[in-house]
């Protein structure tokens, strides 16, 4: 089981994946939790490179360097954990690059489709909760925390990534799950897990 988490920063990401990895691991789970870009020692060197501020990096290399590190990780870590029965929890994914470097930076979508495409092998998740939060929520929540480079895009950018994310669900509702973030963490967490349980009972009515 695949399930990736997306949404602008300060959406609560990292938490809810902690949440979920810990509940899971309570009911007997065995649980990988990964985040993109990283996870590998190749694909965190990529990560380094396309947060920093020492560099200006064009849309077109954020869109390959980022499905580069997929690629590696993807190969290295997602599928032989998958193969090996364990739920995988993934911050990020491919809608990240649609929604952002797609959406954001107004590359042609059917070229960063294709480019995803090409680095997961097809590999799509089996379900994403794209963690909705308004811009100025983000702002207030992250206002205090030091901007790497994509941080630094400013607002008209991340209301298009927003907006992306939403077009994203739109177009694949039964895959991307929208939940409002801006709401307590708990409340946030039982509604993963209730949709988890509709979605999938088999695997997750012990929850």
Known sequence: MFITFEGIDGSGKSTQIELLKDMLIKSGRKVKVLREPGSTGFSE???????SNDFEIGAISELLLFNAARSHLIEYEILPALANGEIVLCDRFYDSTTAYQGYGRGININDVNMVN??????LAPDITFFLDLSLAVSNERTKNMESDRIESSGNEFFENVRKGFLK?????????IV???DEKIEDTHRKIINILKTKKP????SL
């Open 202 to 205: 088999k695997l997750f009515e």
């Open 45 to 51: 060197k990529i990560r380094e490179l396309l947060l």
């Open 179 to 181: 939940i409002n973030s």
């Open 117 to 122: 495409k090409i680095a997961t092998g097809g």
């Open 168 to 176: 994203i669900a739109d177009m694949e509702p039964d895959r991307v």
